[in-house]
C-alpha cells in the first residue's frame, strides 16, 4: 500500500527571530539588525513547513489562539504549501510565540509566552477527518511534542491515550530516532525528549 500525506500533529508556535545580537540595549536605546522574520515553529509546524519544501503533502494539525499572531502564523504555512485546515482556532486564546534573538556565533536564547497550544484535545481530530483527507491513501502520522498537547496526550499506557488516527498507521514521533515506527496505540512521549515550549 502506498503512503499517503503526513499528518503533523503537535506544537504550533510563531517564531520571530533577530541577527546578530550581541547584546541588549540597555534602557529606551536601540540597535540595528541585520535581519528580523517571522517563521512558522514548534515540533508540528516545522516539520510541516520542512516536509512541504520536500515535495511532501503535509496537512498541519493543532491550535492557536485568534490573534493576529495566529493569523500570521498561518499565513506563513499556507506560503509554504501547508494545508492547515486542521490547525483550530481557539477563541479568546492567544498564540504561542517566541521571540530568539540569535548571538553571533549561532546560539539562540528564547524568550516563550505559551499560547493555545495545549488546548488542543483528544476529540478535536477524529480518524473521520483523517480519513477524509487522505482520500484512502495510507497516511503517515508524525507526533510533535506530545508532553505539550495536556494530559490527554501525555498519558503513557495504551488504550488510555488515543491517537488521532487509527492503530496500525505509521507513526513518526518528533524527536525520536531517524526510523518511523509502527503506531500501537501507545503515546509516544517515552521515545521523546520533553518539548521545551508549549
Do not use: Y
Amino acid at each position: 500500500m502506498s503512503l499517503g500525506p503526513v499528518f503533523s500533529v503537535g506544537v504550533h508556535i510563531l517564531d520571530i527571530l533577530g541577527r546578530p545580537v550581541s547584546d541588549i540595549p540597555p534602557g529606551q536605546r536601540s540597535v540595528l539588525l541585520e535581519e528580523i522574520r517571522a517563521t512558522a515553529a514548534g515540533t508540528a509546524a516545522g516539520p510541516s513547513v520542512d516536509l512541504a519544501r520536500l515535495g511532501v503533502p503535509v496537512f498541519s494539525c493543532g491550535a492557536v489562539g485568534d490573534d493576529a499572531l495566529g493569523d500570521l502564523l498561518l499565513m506563513l504555512l499556507a506560503k509554504e504549501g501547508v494545508d492547515s485546515r486542521f490547525v483550530l482556532r481557539k477563541p479568546g486564546q492567544r498564540t504561542s510565540a517566541t521571540i530568539l534573538p540569535i548571538r553571533p556565533n549561532g546560539e539562540r536564547p528564547a524568550l516563550h509566552a505559551p499560547g493555545a497550544t495545549q488546548l488542543l484535545e483528544s476529540g478535536d481530530l477524529t480518524a473521520e477527518i483523517f480519513d477524509a483527507a487522505a482520500g484512502g491513501a495510507q497516511p503517515v502520522l508524525h507526533i510533535g511534542g506530545p508532553d505539550a498537547l495536556g494530559p490527554w496526550a501525555g498519558r503513557t499506557s495504551a488504550g488510555r491515550w488515543r491517537p488521532p488516527a487509527p492503530q496500525g498507521r505509521p507513526a513518526l514521533p518528533s524527536r525520536a530516532a531517524p526510523t518511523a515506527a509502527r503506531w500501537t496505540g501507545a503515546t509516544a512521549s517515552s521515545t521523546c525528549r520533553r518539548s521545551r515550549f508549549r
